[in-house]
């Protein structure tokens, strides 16, 4: 089993929310920073949004204002509420954690990933 677990993908029209949760395994025991990142085809993975355990937030330029992380009152979940979403966000979505204090994302662990497909 992957060490991180989403879900919440699918298949959404232009302009329409979805909402991604992801749920650490009982193998992880030290998270600070948590975040989501995605990969499109034929395009590099990259950071969509991150927080760290008091909250410290960073986003992906084209999502700021669109998108929101947050982290769940359970031990090692992340949560990513995409709204007035766009065509280009098609990719997979991939849950991501580190045991270090960092405003940018390095993960340590992974999701198995979760497809979004933003079309009309």
């Known amino acids: 089993q992957a060490p991180l677990v989403e879900s919440g993908g699918g298949l959404v029209q232009p302009g329409q929310s979805l909402r991604l949760s992801c749920a650490g395994s009982?193998?992880?025991?030290?998270?600070?920073?948590m975040g989501w990142y995605r990969q499109a085809p034929g395009e590099q993975r990259e950071l969509v949004a991150s927080?760290?355990?008091?909250?410290?937030?960073k986003y992906l330029d084209s999502v700021k204002g669109r998108f929101t992380v947050s982290r769940g009152d359970a031990k090692n979940t992340v949560y990513l509420q995409m709204n007035s979403l766009k065509p280009e966000g098609t990719a997979v979505y991939y849950c991501?954690?580190?045991?270090?204090?960092?405003?940018?994302?390095?993960?340590?662990?992974w999701g198995q990933g979760t497809q979004i497909t933003v079309s009309s």
């Open positions: 009982g193998g992880i025991f030290t998270i600070n920073t």
């Open positions: 927080i760290t355990n008091d909250g410290r937030t």
């Open positions: 991501a954690a580190s045991p270090h204090y960092s405003d940018y994302l390095i993960p340590d662990y």
